[in-house]
């Protein structure tokens, strides 16, 4: 909607504005003024009565302002600017981006310099919509202005307000959701089947961000986890648990044995019962009774059924006792057979089994020996014989030797067997041999023999290559025993002293003969945001030395920071200074605000983290010269800024009401009100006494001073007043705020 009217404050859907032009789409409210201005005027404008120059945000609002805003031959500013040479938005100080610029052909900067704001062609015969850079003093443009639409709290505590063109929306923080985002979404109710629940619900039953906690009573146990949360997609973080009885080891019957059971909440489960009883023939070891506790244990030990006994057997002398046992050794069922050893025969009953009343069938048997032929010694040896039984008979054994040296060839000794006849053949003697003998590896060996290769008499003697060290003796020779002397030896390699990885590093070695051996390499390295000093690999060498120096690890080194110009700078350092793990955090003097970020530290790959910070000067609103007077401000940080200061003075034929001199303080505000132009009521006053003297209106001119001079005292009246609301304070330095609000009021 269009609407003119005597100057006023514009409300959503009602503009009363004799300045300017208000133009209403839904919720959003855009306004542009009647005049021309200056950029910097035309932002004055629209931050004193409205909210900002407009912020164009997508093609749809440029087509609709080009749609709606009358033809102006001079154009509309927009709320644009480059500043330090980057173009940007300065409601929200944000650059503006590639994909968002909307300039005309050529544009921007044509002209090459001093083009820095921005204005938008509105209903231009070409390019209508597109926007050209001009310079900022050029005043031929109109302002083109807007006002926010969402207000605190319009969208309640859990979403946040969001324009759009023609309207605004909610957007809902998650878990909530409702025009106003007042509702917080529901969850399924819960229901736990066998267990306890303990909830609470900030938002409501079962709604978002409610919490259910969960136990089980004693003998059963949760499956599933002890908290659900209900979660912004109207589900519980994890499924509702559950309480089961706790279980025991399922029971089964021992062999020979019968198992009864009862179950109250499940199989042997808790209080589940057992009862054990065994076959006939069996009896019961252990408990008859068993029940399943809450600890997930039965009571006591589980029983077994064990068979009758019989009384143990054992073998006839010179015999052998062969038993089955079916439920254990000689138990119900048990049988044993009788036989004799080899050259011994059976006296008595073959078998023998356990009866169900623990006792045997038959008598034990008895083996008699058999008996064998006379035998000799052999040629070149000795024979010694003893006889166990009888000379001669089954058992009786006949032992061989030979002469010092040598070995026997043959069986040692010979034996009656039970067929009669004596075991093995003839034995001879033969020169006794030692297991044949090698080079130790990366060994070398020398012998000589005296009775053949490797036998009584040899001797070897050993050595061991470059890089390897001899372990044992460096010969042996063999004995009479058909032994070595010494044990073989062995050849070790040479060992280098144990090596360790350097400080914030890593040792990686590779090892041919043995940990720390000759040939042995070893790779160093570093850990992230270390680098290496030294050589990068060692080997051991036959002199059981390393190749090179000890390596270090050295922290990466960053480039130094300073602090900021009007600020600080701090940094702590875990190795050097300004290396890895270095960190500095920047702060700003009184009057100055950090852009940047406020702590960076130094990274492995040697840079430092975050851009270069900078302390600005804090900003107090832009003064403008009073109605009839002049403003002259200096700035010591850049304009209207901290510690700024602006005189005023007024034209001639007026007086200044108020301060003469504003300061910019550390909060952004100014010192006091600015001032204002009056008219000089003492011209006022010459001419009222100039038209009283006046002879001819004598009478007449009595009557109208005295009403002049009343309206002259009203009007001296009223500027006190007004002096006394603009200057609470003559003194400069007095606490005081400016605000362009407070200002506007004044006029």
Same mark, same amino acid.
């Given at each position: 909607? &269009?609407?003119?009217?005597?100057?006023?404050?514009?409300?959503?859907?009602?503009?009363?504005?004799?300045?300017?032009?208000?133009?209403?789409?839904?919720? &959003?409210?855009?306004?542009?003024?009647?005049?021309?201005?200056?950029?910097?005027?035309?932002?004055?404008?629209?931050? =004193?009565?409205?909210?900002?120059?407009?912020?164009?945000?997508?093609?749809?609002?440029? $087509?609709?302002?080009?749609? =709606?805003?009358?033809?102006?031959?001079?154009?509309?500013?927009?709320?644009?600017?480059?500043?330090?040479?980057?173009?940007?938005?300065?409601?929200?100080?944000?650059?503006?981006?590639?994909?968002?610029?909307?300039?005309?052909?050529?544009?921007?900067?044509?002209?090459?310099?001093?083009?820095?704001?921005?204005?938008?062609?509105?209903?231009?015969?070409?390019?209508?919509?597109?926007?050209?850079?001009?310079?900022?003093?050029?005043?031929?443009? !109109?302002?083109?202005?807007?006002?926010?639409?969402?207000?605190?709290?319009?969208?309640?505590?859990?979403?946040?307000?969001?324009?759009?063109?023609?309207?605004?929306?909610?957007?809902?923080?998650?878990?909530?959701? *409702?025009? !106003?985002?007042?509702?917080?979404?529901?969850?399924?109710?819960?229901?736990?089947?066998?267990?306890?629940?303990?909830?609470?619900?900030?938002?409501?039953?079962?709604?978002?961000?409610?919490?259910?906690?969960?136990?089980?009573?004693?003998?059963?146990?949760?499956?599933?986890?002890?908290?659900?949360?209900?979660?912004?997609?109207?589900?519980?973080?994890?499924?509702?648990?559950?309480?089961?009885?706790?279980?025991?080891?399922?029971?089964?019957?021992? $062999?020979?044995?019968?198992?009864?059971?009862?179950?109250?909440?499940?199989?042997?489960?808790?209080?589940?019962?057992?009862?054990?009883?065994?076959?006939?023939?069996?009896?019961?070891?252990?408990?008859?009774?068993?029940?399943?506790?809450?600890?997930?244990?039965? =009571?006591?030990?589980?029983?077994?059924?064990?068979?009758?006994?019989?009384?143990?057997?054992?073998?006839?002398?010179?015999? $052998?006792?062969?038993?089955?046992?079916?439920?254990?050794?000689?138990?119900?069922?048990?049988?044993?057979?009788?036989?004799?050893?080899?050259?011994? $025969?059976?006296?008595?009953?073959?078998?023998?089994?356990?009866?169900?009343?623990?006792?045997?069938? *038959?008598?034990?048997?008895?083996?008699?020996?058999?008996?064998?032929?006379?035998?000799?010694?052999?040629?070149?040896?000795?024979?010694?014989?003893?006889?166990?039984?009888?000379?001669?008979?089954?058992?009786?054994?006949?032992?061989?030797?030979?002469?010092?040296?040598?070995?026997?060839?043959?069986?040692?000794?010979?034996?009656?067997?039970?067929?009669?006849?004596?075991?093995?053949?003839?034995?001879?003697?033969?020169?006794?041999?030692?297991?044949?003998?090698?080079?130790?590896?990366? *060994?070398?060996?020398?012998?000589?023999?005296?009775?053949?290769?490797?036998?009584?008499?040899?001797?070897?003697?050993?050595?061991?290559?470059?890089?390897?060290?001899?372990?044992?003796?460096?010969?042996?020779?063999?004995?009479?025993?058909?032994?070595?002397?010494?044990?073989?030896?062995?050849?070790?390699?040479?060992?280098?002293?144990?090596?360790?990885?350097?400080?914030?590093?890593?040792?990686?070695?590779?090892? @041919?003969?043995?940990?720390?051996?000759?040939?042995?390499?070893?790779?160093?390295?570093?850990?992230?945001?270390?680098?290496?000093?030294?050589?990068?690999?060692?080997?051991?060498?036959?002199?059981?030395?390393?190749?090179?120096?000890?390596?270090?690890?050295?922290? @990466?080194?960053?480039?130094?920071?300073?602090?900021?110009?009007?600020?600080?700078?701090?940094?702590?350092?875990?190795?050097?200074?300004?290396?890895?793990?270095?960190?500095?955090?920047?702060?700003?003097?009184?009057?100055?605000?950090?852009?940047?970020?406020?702590?960076?530290?130094?990274?492995?790959?040697?840079?430092?983290?975050?851009?270069?910070?900078?302390?600005?000067?804090?900003?107090?609103?832009?003064?403008?010269?009073?109605?009839?007077?002049?403003?002259?401000?200096?700035?010591?940080?850049?304009?209207?800024?901290?510690?700024?200061?602006?005189?005023?003075?007024?034209?001639?034929?007026?007086?200044?009401?108020?301060?003469?001199?504003?300061?910019?303080?550390?909060?952004?505000?100014?010192?006091?009100?600015?001032?204002?132009?009056?008219?000089?009521?003492?011209?006022?006053?010459?001419?009222?006494?100039?038209?009283?003297?006046?002879?001819?209106?004598?009478?007449?001119?009595?009557?109208?001073?005295?009403?002049?001079?009343?309206?002259?005292?009203?009007?001296?009246?009223?500027?006190?007043?007004?002096?006394?609301?603009?200057?609470?304070?003559?003194?400069?330095?007095?606490?005081?705020?400016?605000?362009?609000?407070?200002?506007?009021?004044?006029?």
């Amino acid at each position: 909607m &269009w609407a003119l009217g005597s100057c006023g404050v514009c409300c959503l859907g009602i503009a009363v504005f004799t300045c300017g032009v208000v133009m209403q789409v839904g919720a &959003w409210t855009y306004y542009y003024s009647e005049e021309d201005y200056e950029w910097d005027d035309a932002r004055t404008y629209c931050q =004193t009565f409205f909210t900002d120059l407009v912020a164009i945000q997508n093609k749809e609002e440029i $087509e609709y302002l080009n749609r =709606t805003l009358p033809y102006h031959g001079k154009y509309y500013w927009i709320g644009i600017r480059k500043l330090r040479g980057i173009w940007t938005w300065v409601g929200t100080k944000k650059a503006l981006t590639k994909e968002a610029a909307n300039w005309a052909t050529g544009e921007p900067n044509n002209r090459k310099f001093n083009q820095d704001c921005v204005e938008i062609y509105i209903k231009r015969s070409s390019e209508a919509g597109k926007w050209n850079d001009e310079p900022c003093t050029k005043k031929k443009k !109109k302002a083109l202005c807007y006002k926010v639409s969402c207000q605190p709290l319009i969208c309640g505590l859990h979403g946040d307000c969001v324009e759009v063109i023609q309207s605004y929306k909610c957007e809902c923080h998650p878990g909530f959701e *409702g025009d !106003k985002c007042e509702n917080a979404v529901q969850c399924p109710i819960l229901e736990p089947r066998g267990a306890y629940m303990n909830c609470s619900h900030p938002f409501g039953d079962f709604r978002y961000n409610s919490t259910c906690t969960f136990w089980c009573p004693e003998g059963f146990e949760r499956r599933g986890a002890d908290e659900l949360q209900c979660l912004a997609d109207r589900q519980w973080s994890v499924e509702t648990p559950t309480c089961t009885a706790i279980t025991c080891p399922e029971l089964r019957a021992p $062999e020979h044995a019968e198992l009864n059971c009862s179950h109250l909440h499940g199989n042997f489960a808790f209080g589940s019962i057992c009862d054990f009883s065994c076959q006939p023939g069996f009896e019961l070891m252990g408990s008859q009774s068993h029940e399943c506790m809450a600890t997930g244990n039965w =009571t006591g030990d589980i029983p077994r059924c064990k068979a009758v006994t019989c009384p143990v057997l054992s073998a006839p002398e010179h015999g $052998e006792l062969n038993c089955s046992h079916i439920h254990g050794n000689f138990t119900f069922g048990s049988t044993c057979d009788f036989s004799c050893l080899p050259g011994f $025969e059976l006296m008595g009953p073959v078998s023998h089994e356990c009866t169900a009343m623990g006792t045997w069938t *038959g008598d034990t048997p008895q083996c008699k020996a058999i008996s064998c032929s006379v035998l000799s010694a052999p040629e070149y040896g000795e024979l010694n014989c003893s006889h166990i039984h009888g000379n001669f008979t089954f058992g009786s054994t006949c032992a061989f030797s030979c002469q010092t040296g040598f070995v026997l060839m043959g069986p040692q000794s010979r034996e009656c067997m039970a067929k009669r006849t004596w075991t093995g053949d003839t034995s001879r003697c033969k020169a006794v041999t030692c297991p044949v003998l090698s080079a130790p590896k990366h *060994g070398e060996l020398n012998c000589s023999h005296l009775h053949g290769n490797f036998t009584f008499g040899s001797i070897c003697d050993f050595s061991c290559q470059s890089g390897f060290e001899l372990i044992g003796p460096e010969s042996c020779e063999c004995t009479a025993m058909g032994t070595w002397s010494k044990n073989t030896p062995q050849c070790k390699a040479i060992t280098c002293p144990v090596l360790g990885a350097p400080e914030h590093g890593e040792l990686n070695c590779s090892h @041919i003969h043995g940990n720390f051996t000759f040939g042995s390499t070893c790779d160093f390295s570093c850990l992230p945001g270390f680098e290496l000093m030294g050589p990068v690999s060692h080997e051991c060498t036959a002199m059981g030395t390393w190749t090179g120096d000890t390596p270090q690890c050295k922290a @990466i080194t960053c480039s130094l920071l300073t602090a900021p110009e009007h600020g600080e700078l701090n940094c702590s350092h875990v190795y050097e200074k300004f290396t890895f793990g270095s960190i500095c955090d920047f702060s700003c003097q009184t009057g100055f605000e950090l852009i940047g970020p406020q702590s960076r530290e130094c990274m492995a790959t040697g840079t430092w983290t975050g851009d270069t910070s900078q302390c600005q000067a804090i900003s107090c609103p832009v003064l403008d010269a009073p109605s009839h007077g002049h403003l002259n401000c200096s700035h010591t940080h850049g304009n209207f800024t901290f510690n700024s200061t602006c005189s005023f003075s007024c034209k001639e034929g007026f007086i200044q009401m108020g301060a003469e001199m504003l300061r910019c303080s550390a909060t952004g505000n100014w010192t006091r009100h600015p001032p204002v132009c009056e008219e000089d009521s003492a011209a006022f006053l010459k001419q009222v006494l100039v038209y009283t003297s006046t002879s001819a209106l004598a009478a007449i001119g009595l009557v109208l001073s005295g009403t002049l001079i009343a309206l002259l005292a009203k009007q001296l009246s009223d500027r006190e007043e007004k002096k006394k609301l603009l200057n609470p304070t003559s003194d400069l330095g007095a606490p005081g705020i400016f605000t362009n609000a407070a200002y506007d009021s004044t006029l």
